[in-house]
């Protein structure tokens, strides 16, 4: 990739770096975002989307499902991955071929070879939902990188350090990107301002995130 700085402006094409590591493929899940919701709602049929509770007694202002062999779960006793879906009792619906096909695409483009994901956390946002700084580190595998698409309305991401008090910067994300970062950015705090309700075309007031991982 080139050597432009860490936060320049960038059309609403082409690659925008955030780090070493990690960088925003503008619009890259365009071609496939009609095929992208279409799945999605058929995984929500089967697991519906829910507000779950974090260990410290909050509900979560982000709905959440997920697919693939394992699924990411918060309640009281803690956050982890699952095989089952805790409010189904059955496994998570499988990971749809187009899923599996945009995230291990996306993460050749950005520079990880053979990615295989085996969790989708299906993140979904109304206006005024947000996500509070944190780290992603409940995978068994830090080596592998993570692959986020978002669709839908715009949001802005706030991308740190390492450290919570690190300076944080703002990345706007809109329908159709794809966000990827690994190796020495894989630890980095993140997260996502309240939203702004500014309807999509496709998804009226709503933005739905797809987070791919190696969790097990
Ligand atoms: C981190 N979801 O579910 S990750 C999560 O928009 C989560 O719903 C976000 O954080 C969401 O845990 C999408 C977005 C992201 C993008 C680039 C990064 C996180 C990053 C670069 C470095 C570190
Ligand atoms: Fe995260």
Not at 170 to 187: N, T
Request: with cysteine.
């Amino acid at each position: 990739m080139s050597t432009r700085g860490l936060f320049d402006d960038m059309g609403l094409d082409g690659v925008h770096e955030l780090g070493p590591r990690a960088c925003v493929l503008r619009g890259f899940a365009r071609p496939v975002a009609g095929d992208l919701l279409k799945a999605i709602n058929e995984v929500a049929r089967i697991s519906a989307f829910r507000h779950l509770v974090t260990p410290g007694g909050y509900t979560m202002s982000v709905a959440m499902t997920n697919c693939g062999a394992l699924g990411w779960t918060s309640d009281r006793r803690g956050y982890r991955y699952s095989a089952i879906d805790p409010y189904t009792g059955s496994p998570w619906p499988a990971m749809p071929d187009s899923f599996k096909r945009l995230a291990h695409d996306a993460a050749a483009a950005a520079g990880f070879e053979a990615f295989e994901p085996d969790a989708c956390l299906i993140n979904r946002y109304a206006p005024g939902a947000k996500l509070s700084l944190h780290q992603d580190k409940d995978e068994r595998d830090l080596g592998a990188p993570i692959v986020s698409v978002s669709l839908g309305m715009p949001a802005v991401f706030l991308f740190g350090g390492l450290r919570r008090d690190d300076p944080t910067a703002k990345v706007p994300l809109f329908h159709g990107d794809v966000a990827v970062w690994g190796a020495e950015d894989r630890l980095r705090y993140h997260g996502v301002m309240p939203l702004k309700d500014d309807p999509h075309p496709d998804l009226g007031s709503y933005r739905i995130n797809l987070t791919f991982r190696k969790a097990g």
